[in-house]
């Protein structure tokens, strides 16, 4: 069959086979994941159509306001999740604590927890810009069958079986990997199907885009200062374009096509920057090494920090892997 006819569907039970024992729990969590998406989608899409725009008022953890939408895409993802009992538990950006998932009041036998951000960047609705999820997904390491504990979420990133990204664009694209490279997938919308349309994505190894929030350049540490300035000089490929939209899936997206690093230090305002490294860090930077590229917080492998609490943030350094390096050059110079 001509790989570029190939649905979502029909790519996720051809690669069952790549996982040894697989009981067929992770293609069915990848399908919920699916179908979930495409109810999201259509909301998103009709955003600038009905009165959904705005805040709903509530505040979530990290004291930010939720978007209607936020609010929508969260319950979306956790309903079609528990529905299906195809998860053990699961922990959300938008929720204070994890969720244990039961099957009529009983522990239930599944092995994996989903960790998600169901619509990040929703500030960006408002203006009809790109927002995304982003999903992150692992083996329990508590007994099945037991409750879940704070100790199946707190895993560094290496222990993720998959993970991947929504992008509700231009086109509406679904991107993950399951440790097997990295495949993207759009949406025909006329008939709600995904297909393969970005086989093995590949971050080019260097490129010419640079992804930071300016406006916060006298906050930053001077390695990232001086990385800035390193872009922005005339010299061999340089100037680099800056880009920014502010949408980390968008700009990722974006990088992961074209070449790229994408930005979110620490600052004197916000001591481990912005990002979360469970909902938002760690599966993007699975994404960016399965594909070539490298995610680092400045100094050391995002993939490879143990979290110690479901919120966490974490500076992030992500895109084409000799970018990050040279950025991380400048941060060890100021280390
Ligand atoms: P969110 O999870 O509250 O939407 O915040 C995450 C978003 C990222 O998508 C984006 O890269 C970043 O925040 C932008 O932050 P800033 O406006 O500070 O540059
Ligand atoms: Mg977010």
Redesign the pocket.
Known sequence: MDKKNKTLGEFIIEHQAQFQYSSGELSKLINAIRLAAKVVNHEVNKAGLIDILGAVGDTNIQG?EQQKLDVLANNKFIQTLKNREIVCGIAS?EEDHFIQVNSNNQQNQNKYVVLI?PL????NIDVNVSVGTIFSIYRRVTPIGSPVTMEDFLQPGVNQVAAGYIIYGTSTMLVYTTGYGVNGFTLNPAIGTFYLSHPDMQYPETGNIYSI?EGNYSHFPQGVKDYIKYCQKEEDDRPYTSR?I????S?FHRNMIKGGIYM?PKSSVASNG??RLLY?CNPMAFLAEQAGGKASDGFKRILEIQPTELHERVPFFCGSRKMVEKAEEFMALHA
């Open positions: 930010e950006e951000d990040d960047g929703s500030s929030n920014y502010g949408s980390l899936v700009d979110y912005k990002l938002e």
